[in-house]
């Protein structure tokens, strides 16, 4: 079931009315855990069998670390393999089949032309990695292991972001799901406007965006101004429309008195590479920060080293998102990013060249216009999934376009920069609002008292402004 689609507006009313009835947290997670596997499962009800598979052996694997402590490593092993596996299978074993297949030809050796036909289930990449990371906490001893089984499936299965996160720690999720939960006025309010506003983000600046670069990347031969016009498109389709997404999971879980974590502190005003990956998908970089790149040494070790540290996480990060050489290639570009700053940034550091402080403000933006260029260069490796043509499309010069050409890519990119004026307003509202309070400063009343008039707005635009040709998620495919 999609957020955006009829079904949802239903549903969510629906277990909200049922949920707040039930008497007592046992039998209210009782009735989520059932609503969230008719979430899961409502296309594909096998999609419920193997969530439930997954959390079962996640579950016996953190009572048996607490009981056989000397023979945790095995257990742990144990499940990683499964939950590898599972995620492996799944998502990886079409694309092993392809590339030795592409191998055996290319040695001129007999190869094969058959795939296994496998169907991605909905969020196995979130919910995996989810059901991992309890695993380890138990291992680590950083938490207990929860006794209570339909207290963990909810945990693994909560349905806001069951499909595309946040990926969630046992730390922060579970204590959630252990106590009794209440509502207050504010948080329906903030509930509320995170949901309007998740859903004016995917269906009006995500969809109608998303278009443009549908568009353009559909064209045969595209001009280089069109291919760039349509990268800018897809940069603002896919922040906007994965945003989206996380704000109407949070909301929805808000108006069940869970508070999810943030996914996203908008990232096209970071300053480097480095913090782009502290501002985008935050859940999945701190994952991958805390179980895979300290776990390997981190910047502890000699810098060759390191290095090599930060190239893995980022190419396990690009193979995360898809099956293809492309996301490969995606991730490896962004690690090689963060080392050039790391190199950059020492030798800035050694030199010590004084900035007057009136220089800063632009010397500030213009790291900010860098980095979303980068960013943009990074959207195209993502977005173009055939390497041929993607090798293709990075040769194109500003010289071999026309005229006629050029007007019409102006035209796409000021068209997406339109739909994407409210994401920039809101980053550089974000902004001040930081330069003069901390994050948890709570809002002056008057914005408060403004929040109905901002919904009331928001829904008008999501009424005159829809795109007329509705997109499922993006990240429904990771």
Sequence with gaps: MSFNSIPYLVYLPLVFGVYWLLPARKWQNIFLLAASYFFLGYVQPWFAALIFAVSSVNYLAGLAMERWPEKRRYILTAALVFCLGVLGYFKYADFFLDNVSALLQALGLPSFRWSLGIILPVGISFYTFQALAYSVD??????????????????????????????????????????????????INHGLLLLVWGFFKKLVIADNTGLIAYKVFSLNEPGFYMVWAGVFAFAIQILADFWAYT???????????????????????????????????????????????????????PPARAAGNIMLTFLLSGLWHGASWNFVLWGGYHGL???????????????????????????????????????????????????????????????????????????????????????WLHGLAHLRWMRHHRLDDTLPRAALMARPLLMALLLLGILVLRSPEPATFIYFQF
Aim: with cysteine; glycine share 6%; proline share 7%.
């Design 247 to 301: 704000d109407i999971a949070r909301g929805s879980a808000l108006l069940l008195g869970f508070r999810l974590s943030r996914n996203f502190d908008h990232p096209y005003f970071a300053t480097s590479p480095a913090d782009f990956w502290r501002r985008w998908h935050m859940s999945l970089s701190y994952w991958l920060r805390d179980y895979v790149y300290i776990p390997l040494g981190g910047s502890r070790v």
């Design 337 to 423: 990013l963060v080392l050039l700053h790391r190199w950059l940034r020492k030798i800035t550091s050694l030199l010590r060249i004084p900035v007057p402080h009136i220089l800063r403000p632009g010397i500030r933006s213009g790291k900010r216009l860098v980095t979303f260029g980068l960013v943009c260069i990074g959207w195209l490796l993502f977005r173009v999934t055939d390497t041929d043509r993607l090798l293709h499309l990075l040769q194109l010069t500003p010289w071999q376009e026309d005229p006629a050409s050029r007007g019409i890519a102006a035209y796409l990119f000021f068209l997406g920069l339109l739909y994407s004026l409210p994401i």
């Design 138 to 187: 138990v291992y680590r001893q950083e938490v207990k292991p929860q006794r209570k089984f339909i207290d963990f499936c909810l945990f693994i299965s909560f349905f806001p972001q069951l499909v595309a996160g946040p990926i969630e720690r046992s730390a922060d999720l579970m204590p959630q799901v252990e106590k009794r939960r209440r509502v207050t006025p504010a948080m």
